[in-house]
Nanobody, 119 residues
Framework: HVQLVESGGGSVQTGGSLRLSCRVS????????MGWFRQAPGKDREGVAA???????IYAESAKGRFTISKDNAKNTFYLQMNALKPEDTAMYYC?????????????WGQGTQVTVSS
């Protein structure tokens, strides 16, 4: 069955960096739009970044200039490099996969990985 498995979360101080990874199974990352979402306590889940099948990327305003999404089709893995982290980036981060062009309406979800940024 389809699986997305995140790794790379953790705790960092303000200004630090983390790289999240998401390995997918049962389908290749070249045939789906892959994205990262996050949900902070008491807040709605929001899209952070996505990368489409043609390699084009989309970022939330809060992520532009600080986060970079990338993928390695050969490894069926995609990544979220997060730099200059802020306390407001603290959330559970989820990777997800959807049909091409439907990056913000994914069908498949990972289990989540916690990111905590302390001031």
């Amino acid at each position: 069955h389809v699986q997305l498995v995140e790794s790379g979360g953790g705790s960092v101080q303000t200004g630090g960096s983390l790289r999240l990874s998401c390995r997918v199974s049962e389908f290749t990352s070249s045939s789906h739009c892959m994205g990262w979402f996050r949900q902070a306590p008491g807040k709605d889940r929001e899209g952070v970044a996505a990368i489409n099948t043609d390699g084009t990327t989309i970022y939330a305003e809060s992520a532009k200039g600080r986060f970079t999404i990338s993928k390695d089709n050969a490894k069926n893995t995609f990544y979220l490099q997060m730099n200059a982290l802020k306390p407001e980036d603290t959330a559970m981060y989820y990777c997800a996969a959807g049909a091409p062009g439907e990056c913000w309406s994914p069908r498949y979800w990972g289990q989540g990985t916690q990111v905590t940024v302390s001031s």
